[in-house]
Nanobody, 120 residues
Framework: QVQLVESGGGLVQVGGSLRLSCAAS????????MNWYRQAPGKQRELVAS???????NYGDSVKGRFTISRDNAKNTMYLQMNSLKPEDTAVYYC??????????????WGQGTQVTVSS
C-alpha cells in the first residue's frame, strides 16, 4: 500500500508564496505520474499540475507561469512551488500518484489534502 502525506499549506496574503510537499511511503515499486489537484468549496476537483517520472510537466491554464511542480524520485517526494498567489487559488490541495505498490499492483493513490487560503 502507498501512503501520501501533504504538507506546506497555510494562510498567505495575495501575491505571496507557498511550497507544498507530498511524500510517498509504504511498499512502493515505482511511481509513474505525480499530480496536484485542488478543490475549492462548491467546485469540482481540478488538475493543477502533473509531472512524469522523467520530469515532463503540465499545468492548468489558471496556474501557468505562477506554479512550478517538481519531484525527487530518490525521495519519492513531489513539490509544488506556488508564487503570486491569488484569492482564487484558495482550495484544498491534494496529492495524487499513479504507482506500483506491493506485488507490482498498479493503483491511483490520494493524500488527505492540505488547505491553502489566500487572503486579500
Amino acid at each position: 500500500q502507498v501512503q501520501l502525506v501533504e504538507s506546506g499549506g497555510g494562510l498567505v496574503q495575495v501575491g505571496g508564496s507557498l511550497r507544498l510537499s507530498c511524500a510517498a511511503s509504504g511498499t512502493i515499486a515505482s511511481i509513474n505520474a505525480m499530480n496536484w489537484y485542488r478543490q475549492a468549496p462548491g467546485k469540482q476537483r481540478e488538475l493543477v499540475a502533473s509531472i512524469s517520472r522523467g520530469g515532463s510537466t503540465n499545468y492548468g491554464d489558471s496556474v501557468k507561469g505562477r506554479f512550478t511542480i517538481s519531484r525527487d524520485n530518490a525521495k519519492n517526494t513531489m513539490y509544488l512551488q506556488m508564487n503570486s498567489l491569488k484569492p482564487e487559488d484558495t482550495a484544498v490541495y491534494y496529492c495524487n500518484v499513479d504507482a506500483y505498490g506491493s506485488g507490482w499492483v498498479r493503483g491511483a493513490y490520494w493524500g488527505q489534502g492540505t488547505q491553502v487560503t489566500v487572503s486579500s
